[in-house]
Every structure is written in structure tokens, then in C-alpha cells.
């Protein structure tokens, strides 16, 4: 089933998989403040689907993931404080929405990954590059102002050093470099980057959602300062887990030494 939120946003549900396209392949994904709530409203859709287990971003077309915001529309959403608010509150949300959801999150990068494209890839839980991938954050090169938001959730996956790295020079990076700073989770060949992807989501999606959930949960209030940590939250999920139907599921196929069949309770 495929529902269109605009025709810049595609979300498409295959089996337990919901999949997100970045449909602005003319300029190589770049999005614009409507494909950012639009974003938002998808992401929504798929919390909502219990039989949606996994959701995969991805850009249209070969040559870009996600290339940032869309230049043409800074004069009109951009230009003045009060336009720079409303924009950057559409593209917080959005990333919002992908960071809180309690599913497993993947970017799936072929081509260009810039900017807002970035931003967007670190909002998910794993990022899976092609071979050619390019990175890069080139406000520097635009006078943009970064949010210490932004900053710190690429300082909390690449580090400090690395983080200035990017901010400072604005190039762009490989693959390659990227999986090295830890960017990337890994780089597959072009060619069998959406198989790989598609194999690996549904690997996840068959396995106990309560328990990956529950672990995207508690990675989450790790990563806090120790201060904003909820710590009852963290107990609860487990407790939620070993009260399941889908744990009386896990320890019997175990014993019988079949696939079990895990319903999320």
C-alpha cells in the first residue's frame, strides 16, 4: 500500500517494512519546508501501525539521499528571524519525530547525504551507506548559524574532534571516512545497497518488538546527562518484556528449536 503526502513525500508499507522517499530527485532530494511536515505526519502514520515494524529513509533516484534544505525557498523561508524560526520548528520537528519514535529507524544513504540530509541520517538509529555516499555539513560555507542541538547529536555519534572537523572545514567526506568516524554503521556496494537493506530490516522486524523497543528506549535516556535520565522508564520496559506473550514465545520455540512468532505483547 503506498500513500502520498505530497508528491515529494512517498511512504510505501511492505510487510512489516515502512518506507520513506525523499522525492525531489531534480534537486538531488533537497527538502523543502512542506516535505519536512510532511515528514512529520509519515512518521506518525507508521508509530501508529503495529504492523509496521521497521522504517527505511531513502532518496529518490541515484544520486542523492538527502542533499539539505532547499536553497530556493531561504529567500522566502529563511530571509528574517521569524521565517528562520517557523522553518527551523518544521525541521525539529520532523527530526523529532524520527528520534522518538519506538521503532528501529534506518537510513538508507546512496549519493549525496548533506546538510538537513545529515541531520536527517542521524535522527535514525543506524545508517547504511553505499560505496560512493558523500557526506558533509556546509554551513560554514553559507554563514548559517547550527543550533547546539544539531551539534551535539552529531557530537554524540562521531565525538567531539570529528564534529569540529565537519563544522569546521564544510567538506565533504567518503563513505569511507565516514564509516570510520563512526557516521555510518557500515558501507555496502552500490548495487546491493536496497537488498542489503531490505534483508537487515526484516531480520530486525522478526525479531521481539517489545524488546527492541525497549532497548531503543533505554539507549536514549543513557545517551542524556545523567541528571535527565528516566530511569523508571527504563525498568518499565524491561518489566514489559519479561510480562509479554512474546517472551512465553521466545522461550518456547527455543525449546522446540523453531522460528518464534513474535506478536509485540
Do not use: H
Amino acid at each position: 500500500m503506498t500513500i502520498s503526502k505530497t508528491d515529494k513525500m512517498i511512504a510505501e508499507k511492505d510487510g512489516p517494512i515502512g518506507w520513506i522517499t525523499f522525492n525531489n530527485p531534480e534537486r538531488r532530494n533537497a527538502v523543502s519546508m512542506a516535505m519536512w511536515e510532511a515528514l512529520s505526519d509519515i512518521v506518525r502514520d507508521y508509530a501508529k501501525d503495529d504492523a509496521t515494524r521497521v522504517i527505511v529513509l531513502k532518496g529518490a533516484g541515484d544520486k542523492a539521499f538527502v542533499s539539505g534544505a532547499d536553497i530556493s525557498e531561504f529567500q522566502e523561508k529563511r530571509s528574517s528571524p521569524e521565517t528562520t524560526r517557523s522553518y527551523n520548528q518544521a525541521s525539529g520537528k520532523a527530526n523529532e519525530e524520527l528520534m522518538r519514535v519506538g521503532k528501529p529507524t534506518i537510513a538508507m544513504i546512496r549519493g549525496y547525504c548533506i546538510g538537513g540530509g545529515v541531520s536527517v541520517a542521524l535522527s535514525c538509529d543506524m545508517r547504511i551507506a553505499a560505496e560512493g555516499a558523500k557526506f558533509g555539513v556546509p554551513a560554514a560555507k553559507l554563514g548559517l548559524g547550527y543550533e547546539a542541538k544539531g551539534v551535539r547529536k552529531l557530537m554524540d555519534v562521531v565525538g567531539p574532534a570529528f564534529a569540529k572537523e565537519i563544522f569546521f572545514t564544510a567538506r565533504q567526506f567518503t563513505a569511507q571516512e565516514a564509516v570510520a568516524m563512526g557516521l555510518i554503521n557500515r558501507i555496502v556496494p552500490d548495487g546491493q545497497l536496497e537488498a542489503y537493506v531490505r534483508d537487515y530490516a526484516r531480520a530486525i522486524a522478526a525479531n521481539a518488538p517489545l524488546t527492541v523497543a525497549s532497548i531503543k528506549s533505554i539507549v536514549g535516556e543513557m545517551a542524556k546527562d545523567e541528571s535527565a535520565r528516566d530511569t523508571a522508564l527504563c525498568q518499565q520496559v524491561v518489566d514489559r518484556c519479561f510480562a509479554s506473550e512474546d517472551y512465553v514465545e521466545g522461550r518456547t520455540a527455543f525449546m522446540a528449536k523453531r522460528q518464534p512468532i513474535f506478536k509485540g505483547r
